[in-house]
């Protein structure tokens, strides 16, 4: 008889997990999968890190797809009238008035009332993102041809004046002015 309890037990709770648990998945899962643009965001991550948690990311929303699936219909009701011709009737029947006076708490939604409005956030976001990405591939390219620059006008031991004239004219003007000035120690003090 205990066993047979035991099992009516589980069914019981197994069935209102399964209805908190549909009604928590589809939540998550009009929101998320109507929400996220996975295709877009794809295109936009570059690292791999962030690559990965898109694929994370991915992986848990087929996970709410497939509870989804899983969950989509209402659990069938519990066959108390069967469990009394295998348990303890007695027992059926307190489990039966248990389960009937279980009140499940309010389902209260979460998700926003104005989902236009996060819809067009999340747009404004997005442009602006893109606005600050096209700013920092505008300033990569800046650097890139600013380190070229020093690079190319880079001196070392093996640098001639040849070289440094050739690079910055205007020192070979001034040199050449103050040798004719016979302006010797013009720049060393």
Known sequence: AERGTTKMAAVMMSSRVMMSSRVAVGRASRRWMSAAPLAALSEVVMSDEAKQELNRLRGKLNEVAKLKALYADEPAPIDFAAYKTKVDPAVV???EAAYKATVFPPIIDVTPDDAEAETKAFADYMTKADELIAESRARIT??????????SKKTGYETTHADVYAQFPEIEAEVDEEIQ?????????
């Not at 000035?181 to 003090?189: E, L, R, S, T, Y």
């Open 93 to 95: 029947d307190q489990l």
């Open 142 to 151: 800046e650097l890139k041809e600013k380190i070229a620059m020093m690079e």
């Open 181 to 189: 000035n016979h302006q010797w120690g013009k720049d060393v003090i």
